[in-house]
């Protein structure tokens, strides 16, 4: 009985998972699940703060536009004055339904 219980858990848990789990993105993640606001965490490395930083908000914007999401908010996150990434908020357009 237990092992029945157990599979059916199982089970149940890879079907409702299934459409975000072949989400290739945090914007396609966030889109299949249905979420009308969502916050990611952008992360930079120490060694591509200049420039790194830029092109990844750039992709994310672009990304997170494609499935009709615009941008709310991007907050700083620092750890002892070192710049370690950002946390960008994005809801969806509601103009473009």
Same mark, same amino acid.
Do not use: C, P, W
């Given at each position: 009985?237990?092992?029945?219980?157990?599979?059916?858990?199982? !089970?149940?848990?890879? &079907?409702?998972? +299934?459409s975000?789990?072949?989400?290739?993105?945090? @914007? *396609? %993640?966030?889109a299949? #699940?249905?979420?009308?606001? !969502?916050?990611?965490? &952008?992360?930079? +490395?120490?060694?591509s703060?200049?420039?790194?930083? @830029? *092109? %990844?908000?750039?992709? #994310?914007?672009?990304?997170?536009?494609?499935?009709?999401y615009?941008?709310?908010?991007?907050?700083?996150?620092?750890?002892?004055?070192?710049?370690?990434?950002?946390?960008?908020?994005?809801?969806?357009?509601?103009?473009?339904?």
């Amino acid at each position: 009985m237990y092992k029945f219980i157990l599979s059916t858990l199982m !089970v149940l848990m890879i &079907i409702s998972y +299934s459409s975000t789990a072949t989400a290739t993105s945090d @914007a *396609e %993640k966030a889109a299949k #699940s249905g979420l009308e606001a !969502v916050t990611v965490f &952008i992360d930079i +490395s120490r060694f591509s703060r200049k420039n790194g930083a @830029a *092109e %990844k908000m750039t992709e #994310s914007h672009q990304d997170f536009a494609r499935f009709g999401y615009i941008l709310v908010a991007v907050n700083v996150y620092t750890e002892n004055g070192d710049l370690e990434g950002f946390f960008v908020s994005y809801r969806k357009d509601k103009t473009q339904e």
